[in-house]
């Protein structure tokens, strides 16, 4: 253009509102660029009230990148008007909120006490930002950044567009694909947010959300706004060139900036065991009532969730046993996911977990092998959980005594293959179907002084019914172990002694 001004590499150069440039790649790029926009779409959209950088999005010669934000509001805005005389003569809008990006683009916003806040350069409004994050106490060596945006900002930004579109048409900026208003601040800020955070950007499982949310704006009731959204709507679609600052919403405030901090799940797995037999695996309520002393669950997550100083916790285990039915020998796999954690606990933070539980004065619930896993565990158990072979023992009561023949008759049933249809006590929550299930062996332990009671050791596929297969479940197991003694059989007390996962 005729009035572009050429800086030539290594000039001292003095530049518009008293800068002097030695050298100053990117001060001089973004001068050299304000140059090269398009004068009179220049002056049309600082009139509309359109802030300097969206002008740099809206007529761009070439991509909107950080240099931008090298250069503060008011110089950019210098460097616009000093390009025409007559644009001189506009209303300046450095103290206006701007009709497309809301302020956003500005660096202006109001807080959580709606108090306004005004920072000129990406630095200072990085620094903001971080203050809010380091509030939330997170420890973090990566972050991703997500932002959010009121819909309002797409609608004008169409209105405007469709506005040059219509005056401009035959400019060859028209085709050049726009950066969107959010995709245009995560390049202008990320940059001195790393340097800020002193943490690098890319797909971490720690992310910062920047939530902009319109202001409530009492000079304009709904009806007006859906009056002047449809005629904005109308004009885009007619492509009309009269457009104005009445085609707009006005913009008196600007948005609303919440961050939020949000951690993605971190894992812990172990092996627990039962010692109770009034505490059940889930928290358990009916009716507003405790079932049993505690559970597993809770005894387990709430050591855990403190460490991790995380929001809440989810707890997943490798099946599971009622509440009346111990877990010992080599205890059960769990995972426990903690959601939005600020930390994560070192291993011997993880020890003394470990030892607070097992230590604990009533020894309800113990833990072992308690350690910080990868996400991929959760598909491992469970695959493995449905591979996977239960050892119990149970205190059996029958209704004749216990002969010599009947322990070798039991021990030599290898694989049985039972079928099972849905146990009569879980009928209300479960659907009624056959199962067939395999017991993979069987031995028999006497008990003194008593031959109507015994220990049964035995080994079975998993989501196999012990306590159905031992009584019968009237019929609904077949074989049984009342059928194969050829008595009436009654399971007293049952312990899970081991879960062996597929690859254990």
């Known amino acids: 253009m005729a009035d572009e001004t050429k800086l030539a590499s290594g000039d001292s150069v003095c530049l518009p509102n008293g800068l002097v440039s030695h050298g100053d790649s990117r001060t001089r790029r973004v001068y050299e660029t304000a140059r090269s926009l398009h004068s009179g779409a220049v002056k049309d959209l600082l009139s509309l009230g359109v802030c300097e950088r969206c002008i740099f999005r809206l007529i761009p010669v070439e991509a909107f990148d950080s240099d931008v934000s090298s250069v503060s509001t008011s110089t950019l805005r210098s460097w616009l008007e000093s390009r025409d005389d007559e644009t001189g003569s506009l209303e300046s809008s450095c103290s206006r909120i701007c009709i497309v990006c809301l302020g956003i683009l500005q660096f202006v916003f109001s807080d959580a006490k709606q108090k306004l806040v005004k920072t000129d350069t990406s630095s200072d409004y990085a620094a903001r930002i971080t203050e809010l994050v380091k509030q939330d106490r997170r420890e973090f060596d990566s972050f991703g950044l997500e932002v959010s ?16 579109k219509g005056k401009y048409s035959n400019e060859s900026w028209l085709q050049i694909k726009k950066i969107s208003v959010k995709d245009a601040l995560k390049v202008l800020v990320l940059d001195p947010l790393r340097a800020s955070l002193g943490a690098k950007s890319d797909s971490s499982t720690f992310h910062i959300r920047l939530t902009y949310s319109r202001a409530s704006d009492g000079a304009q ?39 939020h901090c949000n951690k993605m799940p971190i894992f812990f797995s172990g092996r627990y065991f039962k010692y109770s037999r009034n505490v059940s695996q889930s928290r358990w309520i009916i009716d507003d009532e405790r079932m049993g002393e505690a559970s597993v669950e809770e005894i387990l997550g709430g050591n855990i969730l403190p460490a991790c100083l995380g929001d809440s916790y989810k707890f997943h285990a490798a099946g599971r046993e009622d509440i009346d039915v111990r877990m010992l020998g080599s205890g059960r796999p769990f995972l426990i996911e903690i959601q939005n954690s600020r930390q994560c606990p070192s291993e011997q933070s993880l020890k003394e977990v470990e030892e607070k539980i097992n230590n604990s004065e009533k020894k309800l619930v113990g833990v072992k092998d308690l350690r910080c896993v990868g996400s991929q565990c959760w598909a491992m158990m469970r695959e493995g959980e449905a591979e996977k072979q239960k050892q119990y023992a149970a205190l059996v009561w029958i209704s004749r005594p216990l002969e010599d023949k009947d322990l070798n008759s039991i021990s030599s049933l290898i694989e049985l293959k039972i079928l099972q249809k849905t146990p009569v006590r879980v009928l209300h929550r479960r659907s009624p179907l056959d199962r067939e299930k395999i017991i993979h062996w069987m031995k028999v332990e006497k008990i003194k002084g008593n031959s109507h009671y015994f220990l049964l050791h035995l080994c079975t596929q998993a989501g196999t019914y012990i306590k159905e297969f031992v009584h019968g479940d009237l019929g609904r197991t077949t074989p049984s172990m009342g059928s194969i003694l050829g008595c009436r059989a009654e399971i007293i007390q049952l312990d899970v002694t081991d879960v062996k996962m597929g690859d254990s």
């Open 149 to 164: 945006v009121p819909s309002i900002i797409i609608e004008n930004e169409r209105a405007v567009l469709s506005y040059l």
């Open 221 to 259: 009731g709904a009806s007006e706004k859906t009056h002047e959204s449809k005629r904005r709507k109308t004009d885009a679609e007619n492509g009309s060139n009269c457009i104005s600052e009445n085609s707009f919403e006005k913009v008196y405030e600007p948005c609303l900036l919440s961050v």
